[in-house]
């Protein structure tokens, strides 16, 4: 009897030992060194946005991408110290720090400003896939089409912004458009009860909730930590809305030329009496390399420059950046210039303040309101359109009309060349 209590004894603690060292192994767990990862970031009430990202840090220089739905956006730095991760998001002021730790990585979300935000986050390796399959008839309706959006905030109505959604299988995809461009690819699943399509990016963190209730969608727009906006939308037949006269933007003295400086990447300054500019048609695309609808404008760019720079065009971006120290703004241009392809010229025009841009842009136009503003400006120097805002590839249809805007407004402007070199 004794020696059987013993071997039970034996049996037990051998049973314990074992248990302990799965703990401690699966606690001291390495970072994976390549691979994809699924996280939350931390939202007002309570919500969790979700997001994904893939990491390779088998190299001393880190590289990695968010996921959203089809679209790989870069995380221009990632820096391993230890168990820590540091992203670095220069143009946008921002970075993110997570400490790995029990199988996951947590951390923070930080957005320097005057008022600076913070914002938790946690990610782990994605697991295989489960089966999350539902039927039919437990899910929402489709969400597709054409939508016009109603905020409500106190007793006011915001009716300036519209959405476009379309399904793939259970995915969901869309995004809002505002007068000065879209959210960018919003994505989601199809589910049952409330239906969350969402967008990280490093320097965005957009959700919306959807319900589908008495035949009609209202949610809350979610964006970082602002208060959360209470919006319904209606379906509609087109995208199209002509924007009233208080929102358009145009040369104050039509007749005058618009006038700009800058500092290049190299360091010297240019302006618009340039030798180069001499004789042909300009586009002067007002941006910042941190606004994302800036971002998805710069392949149009400079695919337009690459078309047509041998028949008189010039491309100029003009950039107003979140800091005036030239040292920060040259990095975050090259970042820009690498990560899409740009040969046209970047200008940095010191910053977004105020009294910056009321010097070199409200002086000169009604209006300005909007990253990206994109001039058309004839050989003779005249603004002959203005384009506000960019529709980014998210918005589908509205983004080919836009494609075909722009192209059509270079035409007008090289008209006799063009055809002079037929």
């Known amino acids: 009897m004794k020696m059987s209590n013993v071997s039970i004894s034996h049996a037990w603690l051998s049973a314990v030992i074992l248990l302990l060292a799965l703990i401690l192994l699966s606690c001291s767990k390495p970072m994976p060194e390549e691979g994809t ?18 990491l390779d840090l088998r190299s001393i220089a880190p590289t990695g991408h968010f996921i959203n739905g089809p679209e790989r956006t870069p995380i221009p730095e990632i820096y391993r110290r230890g168990d820590s ?46 089966d999350t399959a539902r039927a039919a008839s437990e899910l ?8 016009q959006v109603y905020f409500r905030k106190d007793d006011l109505v915001d009716s300036s912004t519209t959405a476009t959604f379309w399904t793939r299988g259970d995915s969901v995809f869309g995004t809002f ?24 990016t490093g320097w965005q963190a957009n959700m919306l909730e959807l319900r589908h ?32 006269d ?17 500092v290049r990447i190299m360091g010297d300054t240019l302006t618009q009496a340039d030798v180069r500019f001499k004789g042909k048609a300009l586009i002067v695309d007002i941006m910042g390399t941190w606004c994302h609808n800036c971002m998805d404008a710069a392949p149009l760019l400079e695919q337009l420059h690459r078309e047509f720079k041998n028949k008189g ?8 950046e979140l800091s005036d120290d030239f040292a920060t703004a040259r990095k975050n241009l090259l970042l820009y210039e690498e990560r899409y392809g740009v040969t046209y010229t970047l200008l940095f025009c010191g910053t977004t303040e105020r009294a910056n841009v009321d010097a070199r842009l409200h002086s000169q136009l009604n209006n300005f309101f909007a990253y990206p503003t994109t001039l058309f400006i004839d050989p003779k120097g005249l603004v002959r359109d203005v384009h506000v805002g960019f529709k980014g590839p998210g918005t589908g249809e509205e983004y080919q009309r836009q494609v075909q805007l722009f192209y059509d407004s270079v035409r007008k402007l090289l008209k006799g060349k063009l055809a002079s070199k037929k």
């Open 37 to 54: 990862w699924t996280g939350t970031l931390a939202l007002p009430e309570a919500r969790r946005l979700p997001f994904q990202m893939y």
């Open 85 to 130: 991760l540091i992203f670095v998001f220069s143009e946008y002021g921002a970075a993110m720090r997570g400490v790995w730790k029990n199988g996951r990585l947590s951390g923070e979300f930080l957005r320097f400003r005057r008022d600076t935000i913070s914002m938790s986050f946690a990610a782990q390796p994605s697991p295989e896939a489960p």
């Open 177 to 200: 458009i505002a007068p000065d461009g879209d959210l960018g690819l919003l994505a989601g699943k199809r589910s049952a009860g409330t239906l969350f399509l969402s967008r990280f």
């Open 140 to 147: 929402l309706p489709p969400l597709a089409g054409k939508f």
């Open 213 to 244: 209730e008495q035949g009609h969608w209202r949610g809350k727009y979610y964006a970082r930590t602002s208060v959360p906006v209470f919006f319904s939308i209606e379906p509609r037949t087109s995208l199209l809305k002509e924007a009233g």
């Open 313 to 320: 065009l010039e491309v100029v971006g003009l950039s107003f």
């Open 246 to 262: 208080a929102r358009k933007t145009t040369m104050k003295d039509p007749k005058k030329k618009f006038l700009f400086s800058g």
